[in-house]
């Protein structure tokens, strides 16, 4: 093989190996975070299943105790020797209990009447009978969940029978939780009993409990699960094709930016090398060493003729070849460094402070900067101070006025500035900057609004920052942009989860997450805290004589004024329609009476608000049940005062009332 041959060949190699090895990197990548993007759309939708599966559990016991409150019926349909009368009464209670999908009614080992809705399962899977569902363990089986059996005493005659109530784990529970393109299954001892995708019939899967996995849900899927109780797992699901046409387009993309590639290195390559082989000993000697990657050789030039004016070529072709050689090398090393970063900095969006340190190091890593700040606005936005650096103190530095000098110009115009300016009459450093002979300044958006002024140093007067380098920071200091909107918009998502949209205050979710907590507290140290109750008297008629808009203006006029009469440390929630709730820290009963009596005064006292120029002189009712006084979990204390609640409701309204010991038959 000709040496002019054997050079084509080795330029051809050393340039398209990195870049085949860099094309199924780059695919492989793309075809992963695809795929945990998928893991990561699913996660939310079988974290809200499980949510509202934990809520309806919460307060199972709780409607079961409401439904049977006509003694004389029951004990009638008891009595009775037809049991039509029973299954009647139960099937009447069943339909007005909001949560309860089956009521049991037993005495011993019998079972005495049993009504339940009909269950959203898969084709071919049997609904359980009373049998199966009472003596499930744990309260738990196949595609259901149930209470524990409660006695019933009636009058007199004592514990006459036992009720059950519960809940089917269906469809209609998954079609809560379910967005669009995600499917839900409901898998028991690896068979799915439930789902929202269109299966012929119960499908047995081999899954492993809360981790990611792939199984055969009639179709290729990507699957997350979470378990709801022993046996039974939440899967979410997403089809596979879109990730699988992604690899393929991206693949394919990769396969003829490539096949250009090794068009056009063949071409310069061949050239190169013919160029290279004159049949000259000098020049072959010199092709020779530039073969073995000597790329540093240079060539004796001995005349001003052809030949030496040939010898004087190749010597600046071998200079330059060394140089864009090792400027290609520390570029595609920094290319490599810039993706690896870019794709943290993407990743770590719950924290502000990380992702501006990724996304400053990155940009000085690219251009080679001595050093960087990323200069943040104060509150009032009329100053910036250095908040993060590298290659300086940043104690030793002070804040710079909006305006002033490059960054303040930077931040005011929203334009970049670089120093040396290419033209005269540019933006000059202020007394209170870092005095380099060489900077670079860009503006970093979120929201088409500045949220700071990303600047690159250098110590050396002969190292401009040329246009490349500027559009190279231009474009790292958007895409840091992009990843602070995400970490903006996650922390606003997890504000809305817990606030009450109408009223802007707490929501139920939020107040039972500080009662587990002040609970906990107050178990360990053995403290006291108070729940209060609150509804509105004869809310219905605003409704009904204004409108719901205007009732809608009145609770939040409500809850604004209510939230100032709390102390900062106790949490005060919208329970749900016109009835809120306030968990009281480190507060006995007196203390409540106090608090209480306080919002009811000031409610009754002055009017809320005007419509059509006349004022709502509305009344509140108030329940107060304590800590461990009238119960000791979340259930059984806030049922305590809402029990409370209704006798002052029943009582007169307008007045407060405190919870009795709560008494369960055993």
């Known amino acids: 093989m000709s040496l002019q041959r054997k050079l084509t060949l080795f330029f051809v190699t050393i340039v398209m190996l990195p870049l085949i090895a860099a094309a199924f990197i780059v695919q492989r990548v793309i075809t992963d975070e695809v795929g945990e993007r998928a893991v990561v759309t699913m996660r939310p939708a079988v974290d809200a299943t499980v949510n509202i599966y934990n809520r309806q ?29 029973l299954n009647a009464y139960l099937q009447e209670r069943l339909r007005l209990a909001d949560g309860l999908d089956f009521l049991i009614l037993q005495r011993g080992d019998k079972v005495l009447g049993y009504v339940s809705t009909q269950p959203e399962f898969v084709e071919g899977v049997a609904p359980p009978n ?17 209470t524990r059996p409660i006695p019933l005493e009636l009058g007199s005659r004592g514990p006459v029978a036992q009720i059950i109530g519960g809940m089917w784990i269906d469809n209609e529970l998954l079609a809560a939780g379910t967005p669009s393109g995600i499917g839900l299954s409901v898998v028991v001892d690896g068979e799915v009993v439930a789902s929202t995708l269109n299966l012929p019939g119960p499908v047995r899967v081999d899954a492993e409990k809360g981790g990611s996995f792939e199984v055969d849900l009639g179709e290729p899927v990507k699957a997350i699960s979470r378990s709801l109780q022993d046996n039974t797992t939440i899967v979410a699901s997403m089809d596979l094709a879109p990730i699988n046409s992604t690899s393929g387009r991206v693949l394919t993309a990769m396969l003829a930016l490539l096949l250009i590639a090794l068009m056009i290195t063949t071409g310069v390559a061949y050239v190169l090398a013919r160029a290279i082989t004159q049949p000259l000993d000098e020049l072959a000697q010199g092709a020779m060493a530039i073969s073995e990657g000597r790329f540093d050789y240079h060539i004796p ?13 190749f010597n600046k072709m071998t200079g330059h070849l060394s140089q864009t050689i090792s400027e290609l090398s520390w570029s595609r090393d920094q290319l490599r460094k810039s993706i690896q970063r870019v794709g943290e900095t993407l990743r770590s969006t719950h924290d502000m402070k990380q992702l501006l340190e990724s996304v400053l190091n990155t940009a000085a890593d690219a251009v080679r900067a001595d050093a960087a700040i990323f ?17 300086l103190d940043i104690d030793s530095l002070v804040r710079v006025s909006v305006g002033e000098g490059a960054v303040g110009f930077v931040a005011e115009r929203s334009n970049p500035v670089v120093i040396p300016a290419p033209t005269p009459g540019g933006a000059r450093f202020s007394r209170h900057e870092p ?22 140093y250098r110590s050396d007067p002969r190292k401009h920052f040329a246009d490349q380098e500027l559009e190279m920071v231009t474009f790292l200091a958007e895409q840091g942009g992009t990843a602070i909107e995400n970490v903006l918009l996650h922390e606003e998502a997890q504000r809305l989860s817990i606030t009450d949209g109408l009223t802007g205050i707490w929501n139920r979710r ?3 997450m500080q009662f587990r907590q002040v609970l906990a507290t107050a178990a360990r140290f053995n403290r006291t805290f108070s729940v209060l109750m609150l509804d509105l008297d004869h809310f219905k008629r605003i409704n009904d004589t204004y409108g719901h808009r205007r009732g809608d203006e009145v609770l939040v006029e409500f809850a604004q004024r209510v939230t100032t009469m709390v102390r900062e440390v106790d949490t005060f929630a919208r329970y749900g329609g016109e009835e809120f709730a306030c968990l009281l820290t480190e507060t006995d009963i007196n203390g409540a009476m106090t608090t209480a009596e306080k919002i009811r005064e000031a409610v009754a006292r002055d009017p809320l608000g005007d419509a059509d120029g006349t004022p709502l002189h509305l009344t509140v009712s108030i329940g107060i049940a304590a800590y461990p006084e009238h119960g000791d979990s979340f259930i059984s204390l806030v049922e305590a005062a809402d029990r409370a609640l209704y006798r002052a409701k029943q009582t007169g309204r307008n007045q407060v009332c405190v919870a009795e010991r709560l008494r369960l038959a055993t």
């Open 57 to 85: 559990v919460g307060v199972l016991e709780g409607q079961l105790r409401e439904v049977v409150d006509e003694p004389d019926r029951l004990m009638a349909a008891l009595d009775a020797k037809d049991r039509t009368a």
């Open 130 to 146: 009373a049998y199966e569902i009472r003596s499930a363990p744990n309260g738990a089986g196949g595609g259901f969940t149930r």
């Open 510 to 512: 939020y107040f039972q």
């Open 301 to 313: 030039v001995r005349s001003k003729d052809e030949v030496g004016q040939l010898a004087l070529a």
């Open 435 to 456: 005095r380099f002979p060489v900077a670079v300044a860009v503006p970093i958006y979120s929201h088409d609004k500045i949220l700071g002024v990303l600047a690159l």
């Open 375 to 391: 200069w943040a606005f104060t509150p009032t936005r009329e100053e910036l101070y250095p908040s993060i650096s590298r290659g």
